[in-house]
């Protein structure tokens, strides 16, 4: 099928050039890697209640159960949303243009690059959990795996959405500015650092808007053992919905004018 | 049958309420094998046309056939059929990513055709030679010259051996000896593969010397359409220009009233041109009637029209008087096209 050879042409080449300058993608991993190493210490102190544990396995476990899936979330979140950038340049270039007149599928000019970029993602997430489990994180497999799921949702929906927004402001002066406007306000609604039920009423009442919030409740229950219960369902049902809505909005700019 | 067909194409551009014609309904006929240029001042519709053309751009109305596929039924035919070099400078570039290889961009545009990839290989060591890029494979696009690059661009446009290809301003920023290196290999595209050639352009010389045919486009409409040689055969013969050693104004009586002059006006730096016909015969005659009146003369100057002059005479502008804006020409969702166009219309 054409879509996806056309797809895996684009992924293969802008996996091959992120390969040619892997330090972007260790650069990347710094932000939530310092979290863990320099901000996770301080919720070990915490009691494990207000951070939704059961207090049995010790506060270190549950530190960490606590705060993975949220260093993940955001993981995912800046590392899907920033890929905008590269399109821009891609688009200065007049890479975008030249694909366009070739009978490539305008679908996969999008698809290849999300495809390249849930790759990167996946990597990164590995290497976050695995510092983690060096620090004391323990949860089921099933739960890291079921983490991992999530980020791919996040990623596919918000880097389409990404380069969709970059392709039509064509401006990384624009851009950046619209990015830190919605993804900081999404970071402090979701609960990522510190548990929700810390909030005072209306706060707790404003984050219902953030649909991360939803994916990481679903996610803690998972690195606490608990898979089949209505925050799980909420989470992935919040998670595909944002997936699809974001894939849709993404594809309908890069297949305007004479699909 | 004509390779590119064109009828009434035409492009509005909505902006801030205002609506703006940058194309008002375009009449084309290539016929294969042809280079055939395509001149205008910025902002009169060229690269509007051009985006119409290969399907970058959806016209407002008129229909055309593209290498045998219907513009507006099959664009993905057209794309299949036809190669597509952008402009190099300005808002965006040529096409080539700095950071990739030059084996990598010859061998991906070649999977963006779904060639397979030893065909793919084939035709990068094809184009590497037509196209003198041997030995770059390894290199990173960015570290090649300009010609280089612009050499590069056009290869893509040629991985999978279109009938038909379209150069945005194909030398626009080159140094004139890689301009000239350039259109040696546009006429080997040519005579070699019998490719037919549409191009852009914004120096007169370049479409003298390499167009067969010449379409000039202004205000959204061809104004003329012609072998260069017609088209220059339109203005009024040749142009003369002679300096006299005083009595001007008498000098000026007596050529005006030859027959074989179309007109005398006198330049700002005191000099005298004449229109006239086949310059080269009236010549001798123009001096025997100055030699007798006792005019003497202290230089005489005899030019063939240029398609500057052609392009004077269409538009009532000169060409080059807006080179010096080319960088802001290109205009990759056409709004800038239609703000100038808009421009050009109150001008």
């Not at chain 1, 890479?95 to 007149?101: H, L």
């Not at chain 2, 205008?40 to 970058?56: E, S």
């Not at chain 2, 794309?79 to 990739?100: L, S």
């Not at chain 2, 006429?187 to 120096?203: E, P």
Request: hydrophobic share 45%.
């Amino acid at each position: 099928m054409s879509f996806v050879h056309d797809t895996l042409t684009v992924f293969k080449r802008q996996l091959r050039l992120s390969l040619r300058n892997p330090a972007w993608v260790i650069i990347a991993l710094m932000q939530p890697i310092l979290y863990l190493v320099l901000f996770g210490p301080l919720l070990t102190k915490l009691p494990a209640q207000s951070l939704g544990g059961s207090g049995t396995s010790g506060s270190t476990v549950e530190a960490y159960k606590f705060f993975v899936p949220g260093l993940l979330i955001q993981l995912g979140l800046f590392g899907s949303t920033f890929v905008g950038f590269a399109i821009i340049s891609d688009w200065r270039a007049g890479v975008i243009e030249r694909y366009r007149v070739t009978p490539v599928s305008r679908l996969a000019i999008m698809g290849g690059r999300v495809l390249r970029d849930v790759l990167v993602l996946m990597v990164q997430a590995v290497i976050l959990v695995l510092v983690a489990l060096a620090f004391g994180l323990r949860a089921p497999v099933t739960a890291v795996l079921i983490g991992l799921g999530f980020i791919v949702l996040v990623a596919v929906g918000l880097a389409s959405v990404s380069y969709a927004t970059a392709l039509l402001v064509k401006s990384e002066d624009a851009f950046a500015p619209m990015l830190n406007s919605v993804v900081l306000p999404l970071v402090l609604l979701s609960g990522i650092m510190l548990p929700l039920t810390l909030a005072p009423g209306w706060l707790q009442g404003i984050a219902r808007i953030s649909p991360f919030r939803y994916i990481i409740d679903a996610m803690r229950e998972g690195f606490k053992g608990h898979f089949a219960n209505t925050i799980m369902l909420e989470g992935v049902l919040v998670a595909a919905g944002l997936a699809l809505v974001c894939l849709w909005l993404g594809s309908r700019v890069f297949v305007r004018e004479n699909a | 049958m004509s390779i590119i067909e064109a009828k009434g194409l035409a492009r509005t551009f909505k902006s801030r309420k205002r609506t703006v014609a940058a194309v008002r309904g375009v009449d084309l006929r290539v016929e294969e094998g042809e280079i055939v240029g395509f001149l205008g001042p910025n902002g009169a519709g060229k690269t509007t046309t051009l985006r119409m053309l290969t399907t970058l751009l959806a016209p407002t109305a008129g229909s055309a056939t593209v290498a045998g596929a219907d513009l507006l039924r099959d664009p993905v035919g057209v794309r299949r059929r036809i190669g597509y070099v952008p402009q190099a400078i300005g808002q965006t570039m040529g096409g080539t990513d700095p950071a990739a290889l030059v084996s990598e961009e010859l061998l991906d545009q070649a999977a963006l055709y779904r060639l397979s990839k030893a065909d793919g290989e084939r035709r990068m060591r094809e184009l590497t030679g037509q196209l003198d890029l041997e030995g770059l494979d390894d290199r990173l696009v960015k570290t090649l010259s300009g010609g280089q690059r612009r050499r590069l661009e056009i290869a893509l446009g040629l991985v999978h051996e279109p009938p038909l290809v379209f150069l945005d301003e194909p030398t626009t920023g080159l140094d004139p000896q890689s301009r000239s290196n350039l259109w040696e290999h546009i006429r080997a595209l040519r005579s070699g593969l019998g490719t037919t050639v549409f191009l852009t352009t914004h120096y007169l010389e370049e479409a003298d010397a390499l167009c067969d045919r010449v379409f000039i486009i202004d205000h959204g409409v061809i104004v003329a359409e012609g072998t260069p040689d017609e088209l220059k055969r339109r203005i009024s013969g040749d142009v003369v220009t002679l300096q006299v050693n005083g009595a001007r104004e008498r000098a000026r009586e007596l050529l005006a009233g030859q027959e074989i002059v179309e007109d005398v006006t006198v330049s700002d730096d005191g000099a005298l041109r004449l229109n006239v016909y086949h310059g080269a015969e009236a010549l001798p005659s123009l001096l025997r009637v100055l030699d007798d009146a006792g005019v003497t003369m202290h230089s005489i100057n005899l030019s063939r029209p240029t398609l500057d002059d052609v392009f004077l005479t269409m538009t009532g502008r000169s060409l080059r008087d807006d080179s010096a804006s080319a960088r802001r020409d290109h205009t990759p969702d056409g709004k800038d096209a239609a703000g100038n166009a808009a421009a050009g219309t109150r001008s």
